[in-house]
């Protein structure tokens, strides 16, 4: 026999207050017991929330003040015999700092907080931002916003702690090559031919250690020290042919890049490890051209991950 239940009310009971009795009573399947564990009974590197987003305020070199939407991901390590992780958690201990300006130490702090609440070994908080910067244009005398996609983050990992950001920039690469191909027929046919150019893309990764703050402005000038050739916001015709002089003046190829802004990283005291990876979205080929160079130990065991160079979208 089918036992009969009272019938169920479906209306939604606006005015129901929880009270710590009953709050105690609820079911917490993630905190149960290793025996409701599914699978293998092995530690989880990293469990947590991932694009949870949030306006957070940022200081700028010059003094000022930017609120940004960011988008935050925060994991924790998983011991074997342990079922789950609270994962609000995780945005609880961050909601209680974010209203603070911005810095590596309130990061960290963010991070003390969640990793003691979940009783975690290892843990990571990574935010992703677009960090507006104003340009000028080469000749017209315009200006305009140009963005720089910016990731931060504190990694805790076998009681070592890592501060580290990722900075992408995007830029145009003249070919060296056919450079010189377009010019030897211009020479010796007299055939008008131009050399081709692609939108091109770095991610510098690098680890924050000295006491002197890197600022996202700094890392702007630094790029464009190493390759000049910077995608343009607003642009009239004087601007267009300037930016031709300049890729001319400037061809480059994927193996010159890394080595460019290696170049420039090497000689920053504020620079400890890091990492360059650049694309080329080659217009000629329908491939891209890449090329990875690693500077320390901490981004040697990730310099093969064929994954590095599909995650750049210039």
């Known amino acids: 026999m089918v036992p009969a239940y009272p019938a169920l009310i479906r209306d939604y009971d606006a005015g129901f207050r929880v009270d710590e009795e009953y709050r105690s009573a609820l079911p917490d399947l993630q905190n149960g017991p290793a025996s409701l564990i599914v699978g293998a009974r092995a530690p989880i590197q990293h469990v947590g929330i991932s694009n949870f987003r949030l306006p957070i305020r940022y200081q700028t070199r010059a003094g000022g003040e930017v609120a940004l939407e960011t988008s935050v991901t925060g994991t924790v390590s998983l011991d074997a015999d342990r079922k789950g992780i609270n ?25 003390d907080d969640y990793k003691a609440d979940l009783d975690a070994f290892d843990a990571r908080i ?8 104003r340009v000028d244009s080469l000749r017209s005398g315009l200006s305009g916003w140009q963005y720089y996609d910016i990731a931060q983050e504190v990694i805790e990992r076998q009681g070592q702690r890592l501060r580290i950001m990722h900075f992408d920039y995007v830029y145009s690469s ?5 450079l010189e191909l377009s010019e030897h027929a211009r020479e010796s046919r007299s055939r008008l031919a131009t050399p081709h150019s692609q939108r091109s893309i770095a991610r510098i990764s690098l680890v924050m250690g000295g006491p002197e703050k890197i600022w996202f402005e700094d890392m702007v ?10 995608t343009q916001v607003m642009v009239k015709r004087e601007d267009e042919q300037a930016f031709a002089e300049l890729n001319a003046s400037n061809p480059i190829f994927v193996e010159d890049a890394v080595r460019a802004f290696a170049k420039e990283l090497q000689g920053d005291p504020r620079i400890g490890d890091f990492r360059v990876v650049a694309s080329h979205k080659e217009s000629l080929h ?11 130990p901490t981004f040697a065991q990730s310099s093969l991950d064929p994954m590095t160079f599909e995650s750049l979208r210039a």
């Open 221 to 230: 000038e630094l790029c464009r020290r190493a390759v000049p050739t910077e």
């Open 126 to 133: 990574q935010m992703r931002f677009s960090y507006p910067v």
């Open 87 to 111: 994962m609000s958690r995780i945005m609880r201990s961050f909601y209680g700092h974010s209203d603070h300006l911005f810095s590596l130490s309130v990061l960290e702090a963010a991070l």
């Open 286 to 296: 329908s491939h891209d051209a890449v090329s990875l160079l690693v500077d320390g």
């Open 174 to 178: 003249t070919c060296p090559c056919s």
